[in-house]
């Protein structure tokens, strides 16, 4: 699972880097091998105006051709991260599950019409 992780607005800091690692690695390491990539963007949309201006958009690539992008807002970035965490989680286990279930399907089918001994 390679993870890029990009800034818009701010400089990044060596904290908010380990951070985002830190957080998504965790979330996400039950599903290390169904993903291929995680692209974290954090941006600062209205500069030092103040406000719920820190947005997380996050996307990850998954091993069966899909990809789920998650987007979250918050004033403050640190609760903006372990938010998306939470929801990418979420929505990787959501798009894997389904993915399992869609096969399992297909294979039941082949066994009933005979296709697959």
């Not at 690692?21 to 965790?26: V, Y």
């Not at 954090?42 to 947005?55: C, E, F, H, I, T």
């Amino acid at each position: 699972m390679q993870m890029t992780i990009q800034t818009q607005g701010f400089p990044m800091s060596s904290a908010v880097y380990r951070r985002t690692r830190q957080l998504f690695g965790r979330a996400l390491s039950a599903f290390r091998d169904s993903i291929v990539d995680v692209n974290v963007f954090l941006k600062d949309l209205n500069g030092p105006k103040g406000g719920d201006d820190k947005s997380v958009v996050v996307r990850v690539d998954l091993t069966t051709q899909q990809s789920v992008a998650i987007e979250t807002v918050n004033s403050n970035m640190h609760a903006a991260l372990v938010l998306s965490a939470r929801r990418a989680k979420r929505a990787v286990k959501r798009g894997v599950s389904k993915h399992r279930r869609f096969e399992q399907k297909a294979l039941r089918d082949r066994r009933q019409t005979g296709a697959v001994t």
